[in-house]
Nanobody
Framework: QVQLVESGGGLVQAGGSLTLSCAASGRTFSNYAVGWFRQAPGKEREFVTVVSRFGTMTHYADSKKGRVTISRDNDKNIVYLRMNSLKREDTARYYC??????????????????WGKGTLVTVSS
């Protein structure tokens, strides 16, 4: 198994930027594609982005393209999510998720086995 811990959330003003981190432990980190999801109050968990095992492939939700960047450092066992031009509607708890198969991260959240507990991002106007 792989354990995931998110950090970097907090309060940020609209228009600002934030970088979230997802630190992994347990099994070999490079065995897993890692993605980010978010869940706002009263809404379903939604896909944000995913990076492949060695960082050679990424995929972004259409609504997030251009404002977020995912990257990973397998030496440090960390995946990053950089978010720019934040809006109030970006307020949510952000979760990282891991699966051995890249495509699995783009599937239904209910099919993903490994999750962190999330980090809260609040964007103020």
């Amino acid at each position: 198994q792989v354990q995931l811990v998110e950090s970097g959330g907090g309060l940020v003003q609209a228009g600002g930027s934030l970088t979230l981190s997802c630190a992994a432990s347990g099994r070999t980190f490079s065995n897993y594609a890692v993605g980010w999801f978010r869940q706002a109050p009263g809404k379903e968990r939604e896909f944000v982005t995913v990076v492949s095992r060695f960082g050679t492939m990424t995929h972004y939700a259409d609504s997030k393209k251009g404002r977020v960047t995912i990257s990973r450092d397998n030496d440090k066992n960390i995946v990053y999510l950089r978010m720019n031009s934040l809006k109030r509607e970006d307020t949510a708890r952000y979760y990282c998720a891991a699966e051995p198969v890249f495509a699995a991260i783009r599937g239904r959240p209910s099919d993903i086995n490994y999750w962190g507990k999330g980090t809260l991002v609040t964007v103020s106007s």
